[in-house]
């Protein structure tokens, strides 16, 4: 889909659907009956250098007589996403927006006129497309989750995917009657980042923050730039995901979250905010830590941490008992110095950037927003006690989470054991996966009390995590969905009675790549995915993915150089470093092009021809559609 900023329709279609339009109106304000009315008159029409939106059809507020569509110019491969503003020529055009590409009057078959405005309307028309929600349709701007379910869908390619991921949402919402819909979201601090940063990365480090080359602001615009197109007026949550601060020490530590910060004004228009502060988790403290402290080392770093009245609150908060569901939650005295030791650092910053996402919300239209403190990249799996303890210490000093994901011990892009044993038939066994992992009840528990049922065992515990949030009044979120199985779907829709967020990301992605794979052998689409690996390859030998690049090599060797895996098995039987990694070459250049042309593979795969587009968005929204009818719980 190559983007031009010089296509125009041709004159005799544009006059054809600005009476369209004007005919659109004559039955009132703009209604689903009248887009569908719209839509049904377009069907019957062939237009050669148009692509209309009928779901996009709007009024201007402040004057009855302009009315806006959506619609794409289309010049041989070249397109380009437009609005049009239509108004009787008696009456005036509403001046709402600035720099028309083209004014004009046009003159219809019965002698009547209209003035029409055609405007750029792609992601990049940031002004523009934000005018157009804010002032015009505010129905397309996001809203916060709160108590709704979810399947957030992370959108790396937010041209190509966004548009499938809003046609899913319509899908479930007219199968199932539930709006499932929570797009528009990217970590706002690895895959994206600020727009100079964007600007500024040369793409020859791949696992440097942007390698999408998304932007926060960017993500955001293109949320409403989808959902206007589609028409989606039925609410959705924009997530930006994944604050996280890092860092080897406290001087790193204070930059990353400098950085985070200015990362959260950044995305002010977003209604939801995940944050990551596992890295300052104090692992020692945890018992199933290898070399965990002893009481009187915690005991003293507590003293440390949290000297004064704000230990004292601890103790007192949380001696007294908690009766959540048939269970009663109760701490002694150690539990509460080793759960404050290992998340104190990580909750007191945890309240920092509440603070900060709430000022930075402060001038928006709509301020309220949900906050989502993440605990899935800790290196222990989360118990309900873990869960209770954070939840009820951010409520209580009045930064109340909304969502909350715990550590289920889920691998990005990989099926979760369903056996104990490796074996053909089924994939790696749970006692393969756990491996070198700080998971030590995991396995026993399985045995001791599920009957060596790995999902026996999940789903008890994801029920009891999911019932200390819906305590809270919040949602369990599950991060790390991609590629999951429908019966660990199933599991986790049962045990959290359908309240759920269910986050993927890297599966539509994986999917866009698996079309490019599957092109002829010597085809521009299929070599440029070879160009890709190659670079993969390339990096890995230098090292660039760490400890994993090794594994480039070895898959190499196993005759799985460009295998991206079965997708309904968990891609367990394809070239795993690529499933991980390949993505992240989007933000580098194609410097082995015939014809030097270097610029940035995400470049070349946004000019993805319509044929491959549709294929790829079909294939995410089926996928979207897929989850939704196994979480139904």
């Not at 040369?202 to 409403?224: F, K």
């Not at 402060?362 to 906050?371: I, L, N, P």
């Amino acid at each position: 889909m190559p983007q031009g900023r010089e296509v125009q329709p041709k004159v005799e279609e544009a006059r054809a659907l600005a009476e369209l339009v004007l005919k659109a109106s004559e039955q009132g304000s703009p209604s689903d009956e009248s887009r569908d009315w719209l839509a049904g008159e377009l069907k019957t029409r062939t237009y050669s250098s148009l692509r209309p939106c009928p779901a996009s059809f709007e009024k201007d507020p402040s004057s009855g007589a302009s009315f806006y569509l959506v619609a794409d110019a289309v010049a041989g491969s070249c397109v380009q996403s437009l609005l049009l503003q239509v108004s009787p020529a008696e009456a005036g055009a509403a001046p709402r927006f600035e720099n028309p590409l083209r004014q004009e009057r046009l003159t219809f078959p019965d002698g009547k006129q209209a003035d029409v405005r055609t405007y750029a309307f792609s992601p990049d028309d940031r002004e523009t497309v934000r005018r157009f929600a804010e002032e015009v349709a505010p129905a397309f701007l996001p809203r916060p989750q709160r108590a709704l379910p979810a399947i957030a869908a992370g959108n790396r390619h937010p041209e190509i995917s966004l548009p499938a991921a809003f046609a899913a949402y319509g899908t479930i919402l007219k199968e199932f009657g539930t709006n499932w819909a929570s797009t528009v979201q990217l970590s706002a601090t690895r895959e994206m980042s600020t727009d100079d940063v964007i600007a500024a990365r040369g793409g020859e480090d791949p696992v440097a923050v942007g390698h999408t080359r998304v932007s926060i602001r960017h993500l955001y615009h293109a949320g409403l730039w989808a959902a206007v197109r589609a028409g989606w007026r039925a609410g959705y949550t924009a997530e930006a995901d994944h604050f996280i601060v890092a860092g080897a020490n406290e001087t790193e530590i204070a930059r990353s979250i400098e950085t985070v910060k200015e990362a959260i004004r950044h995305a002010a228009g977003f209604t939801k905010f995940t944050t990551d502060t596992s890295r300052l988790f104090e692992l020692e403290s945890d018992l199933r830590y290898p070399r965990a402290w002893s009481a009187p080392a915690v005991e003293e770093r507590f003293q440390q941490l949290l000297p004064g009245e704000d230990g004292r609150w601890v103790l007192a908060e949380f001696s007294r008992p908690f009766k959540i569901g048939t269970v009663t939650y109760t701490f002694t005295r150690e539990e509460i110095l080793r759960l404050a030791v290992k998340f104190g650092r990580s909750l007191k910053l945890n309240e920092e950037l509440f603070d900060c996402i709430r000022a930075a919300k402060a001038g928006q239209r709509d301020s309220s927003f949900d906050f989502e403190p993440s605990l899935d990249e800790a290196d222990t799996l989360t118990t309900p006690k873990e869960l209770l303890f954070y939840m009820r210490w951010l409520e209580a000093r009045g930064r109340a989470a909304q969502l909350v994901p715990p550590n289920l011990g889920f691998k990005k892009r990989q099926a979760y054991p369903v056996k104990l044993e490796t074996t053909a038939e089924h994939g790696v066994g749970l006692g393969e996966y756990s491996r070198h992992k700080m998971w030590p009840e995991l396995v026993p528990a399985v045995m001791r009390d599920y009957q060596s049922k790995p999902l026996a065992e999940l789903f008890a515990r994801v029920e009891l995590l999911a019932d200390v949030a819906r305590f809270f009044d919040a949602t369990l979120s599950i991060h790390s969905g991609s590629g999951k199985q429908s019966d660990v779907l199933e599991c986790i829709g049962c045990a959290t009675h359908g309240r759920v967020n269910y986050k993927i990301s890297g599966e539509l992605q994986l999917q866009l790549l698996d079309v490019l794979s599957e092109q002829p052998a010597g085809s521009p689409w299929r070599q440029l995915f070879e160009r890709m690996v190659g670079r993969a390859n390339q990096f890995a030998a230098t090292g660039a993915f760490g400890a994993e690049s090794e594994l480039a090599e070895r898959y190499v060797k196993l005759g799985r150089k460009f295998s991206l895996g079965d997708a309904a098995r968990g891609r367990v039987d394809g070239n795993l470093f690529l499933v991980f990694w390949l993505g992240n070459l989007v933000g580098s250049r194609d410097l082995h092009a015939p014809g030097a042309d270097h610029r940035f593979f995400k470049e070349k795969l946004d000019e993805l021809p319509a044929d491959l587009l549709a294929e790829v968005r079909k294939r995410n929204s089926r996928y979207i559609v897929w989850l939704a009818e196994h979480l139904q719980g």
